[in-house]
């Protein structure tokens, strides 16, 4: 299984505009820019849903789930701040 090829080449991460790539297993989609985004986004049912909202927002330094507000993902952890646009 797995999403077609010329999907994926078009899915773009909605905060960065990285491309995504697909995790072993297929159920989630990571956003390429693994140092400051890393967002995960769930795959349900075959469908990529494409919301920060939705996304899986893990710290990439610390592991804990980051904040999203404000246009803003913010990590409680170590208290960084994201915002790319
Ligand atoms: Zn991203
Ligand atoms: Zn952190």
Excluded at 29 to 52: D, H, S, T
Excluded at 61 to 69: P, V
Excluded at 76 to 84: A, D, T
């Amino acid at each position: 299984m797995g999403l077609p090829a010329d999907l994926l080449q078009i899915l773009a991460c909605p905060l960065c505009r990285q491309p995504v790539e697909e995790e072993a297993g297929g159920e989630r989609l990571r956003c390429v820019n693994a140092k400051e985004c890393g967002l995960r986004y769930p795959v349900r049912e075959g469908i990529p849903v494409m919301l920060i909202e939705e996304a899986d927002r893990a710290c990439p330094q610390c592991g804990k789930a980051r904040t999203w507000a404000k246009e803003t993902l913010t990590c409680p952890g170590c208290n960084r701040s994201f915002m790319p646009r």
